[in-house]
């Protein structure tokens, strides 16, 4: 009787204890379920209020690129490259030199025209030196003149004297006659002697004349010298900015074509960023917003700038074919607008962020749409 009882005792003792942790496994997966909840409901209101806040105002495009001014060393003269002092993807300054074509002709040309020059105002020199010796003809000249009257004076009188004598039967008409002669041969000899004066007189507008031309001359050789060694001088390619060489086509013995280019410089400083945004995200874009800008070579690096002009058409109006919508069949597709970011002086500088890279640019636009919906409020 006694046994009995107590196996009948121990199943309704056991209940209860297998009742226990059920209950306690409910509440537990009821607890994880409300936690769940409560924290999709937290990160509901916190994406909510990060989108109500910042990112309804971000205008973001994975259509970007960055940009530079990128320089392309080309021969200004043409001939044999001689030297190349630099590598590929070498660092460079400005004033440094790149290449050297080889400069044999180059020198004897500049040779040759400062030889005219030379020649030129060694010409310029005779001819002041003529001009000198023909003022001293010109005195000489004036000399005999004022020479010749004096002796024509006294013919003229000897003349008048012999005449009076003759008539007194003084002296013979042979010796009037003779005086007579020598008047009119010194009045020859006067206008002869007036003749040459005038001509040496005119002889210095002749050298006038020689010497504006040598003078003419002398400016063509000397601008001829200058082209010369400006030419030589082009035979040394050096480095216009600071920066990084690339795309290095120079090798020595290759012959360079007049404007040939032999190589690039990529800018050490001065990187943009060209995003192309849809025509529906440029509704509030302004200059002067603020940019980030995030690239693929550099995962977790935000780059900073500030929007600094917007194209004035799309990219495909500036395409070699622009597009022709006047057709029968017309299929609308949203055009892309270039917008030049402008990176800041540190994000700017050549790194590992280079021109051509692929990037991710976000504009935030919330001035622009806090002002219009201010604007809009303050009219109703």
């Known amino acids: 009787m006694t046994s009995t009882t107590t196996a009948s005792r121990a199943p309704a003792e056991a209940a209860p204890s297998t009742a226990a942790p059920a209950r306690r496994g409910t509440n537990r997966r009821a607890l994880l379920i409300r936690g769940a909840g409560a924290l999709l409901v937290v990160t509901a209101a916190g994406y909510g209020y990060h989108w109500w806040t910042d990112s309804r105002f971000t205008e973001e495009t994975d259509d970007a690129y960055v940009g530079g001014d990128v320089t392309l060393i080309a021969a200004k003269v043409p001939g044999y490259v001689a030297e190349v002092l630099v590598t590929d993807n070498q660092q460079v300054h400005a004033g440094d030199l790149l290449a050297r074509i080889d400069d044999r002709d180059y020198r004897a040309a500049l040779a ?87 001509a040496a007189l005119r002889q210095l507008d002749v050298i006038a004349t020689q010497r504006q031309q040598a003078q003419a001359s002398l400016t063509q050789a000397i601008a001829e010298r200058d082209i010369a060694r400006l030419n030589l001088g082009y035979t040394e390619l050096r480095a216009p900015v600071d920066g990084t060489v690339g795309n290095r086509r120079a090798r020595v013995g290759v012959y360079a074509p007049n404007g040939g280019q032999l190589l690039s410089i990529v800018p050490a400083r001065g990187l943009w960023v060209d995003a192309n945004f849809k025509e529906g995200q440029l509704a509030h874009m302004r200059p002067g917003m603020r940019a980030t800008i995030v690239a693929d070579v550099m ?16 990219g ?26 402008v990176l800041d002086d540190e994000d700017a500088r050549l790194g590992t962020l280079r021109p051509g890279l692929s990037v991710v640019a976000e504009v935030d636009t919330k001035a622009a749409k806090v002002v219009t919906a201010d604007t809009a409020a303050s009219k109703s």
């Open 112 to 198: 040759k025209a400062e030889g005219a020059v030379a020649s030129e105002q060694a010409l310029i020199a005779n001819l002041d030196a003529r001009e000198k010796l023909q003022q001293a003809v010109i005195a000489e000249a004036r000399a005999g003149v004022a020479a010749v009257d004096a002796e024509t004076k006294r013919a003229r009188d000897d003349q008048a004297r012999y005449a009076s004598l003759v008539e007194k039967s003084a002296v013979s008409i042979q010796s009037s006659q003779k005086a007579d002669a020598d008047y009119k041969q010194s009045v020859a000899n006067g206008q002869k002697a007036k003749a040459s004066a005038e």
């Open 299 to 314: 995962p977790g690096k935000v780059f900073h700038g500030r929007v600094e002009s917007l194209a004035p058409a799309t």
């Open 316 to 341: 495909a109006q500036f395409s070699v074919l622009p597009p022709e919508n006047a057709t029968g069949n017309f299929t609308k597709i949203v055009q892309r607008v270039p917008v030049r970011i």
